[in-house]
């Protein structure tokens, strides 16, 4: 379940654009402020474009809710960052991964954690009244249908692209297209359908996943196989990973690394680790062999 406030706006309706994310990340560390009149200036963009970029960085768990830079991105966007132009791909599984389990942009957390489990093709009218339902039960916030209506459009934008003239330049910068997560179906009159279909996601590598689970406080020293395929924000549920690809990242890792045990027997299947290393090593040792 979404437990913060929910977020359906703040983009001014621009999805991300591929170097936002680090013209963002020099603005704030050089000191300066969204807030501030010349921010257009340094940012070269428009007053619109100011609050969008400021929105997806926090959306991104680049921003902490004082505006201030996080560890992680630091340790992504610096000058010897991992990866601050975005070059390997292992770098946007992270950043979808940010975005759907921080849950500040509800839309994502919704649509891969719920919206895709429960209807195997849905439609833009689909989501919008699946959102609906849920400020009328569980979540507190004033439904509009505009704004909701809007931020798919946004997403759809994020992980689709676009394929008009005129917003040629959205498929060219924007950040997820090239996962290939969410496709489209089209069939005569009727509003055109998204999928995400769970699938082995062999394009993302094994040491990511281990640095995601344990950064993750809520495992311990153990994570059975269910809560890894089915928990809501688990990996299965954020990439979209079926048990086959989770089987094949967890086999592996336990060959990669001797503390990693996976146990099946006795009706327990799990992962367990007889110690757990700090995840950033295993990030800093990923990409640096990626060099």
Known sequence: MVHIRPTFSGHESFQCRHLWLKKGYDFVNSGKSFSESDAVVFLGVGKNMVNSIRFWMRAFDLL??????TPFAHSMFSAKGFDPYLEDDASLW???YNLVKKGYATTYSLIFNEMRK???EFSKDNFVRFVQLKS?????FTFNKNTISSDFDVFVKLYIGTETIKDREDVVSGVFPELGMVKTITRDKLPTQ???EDSERVGIPDDLVLYILLSDDSIGSSVSLDMLERDYNSIGAIFAMNRTGIMS?????CAKYPYLVYRDDSGVR???FKKKPKAETILKAYYAGKE
């Open 94 to 96: 992270l950043l979808h």
């Open 118 to 120: 429960e209807r195997m």
């Open 270 to 272: 799990e992962l367990q």
């Open 136 to 140: 009328e039960s569980e979540m507190p």
């Open 194 to 196: 998204y999928v995400i």
């Open 64 to 69: 902490d809710s004082d505006d201030k830079l």
């Open 249 to 253: 990242k967890i086999e592996g890792l």
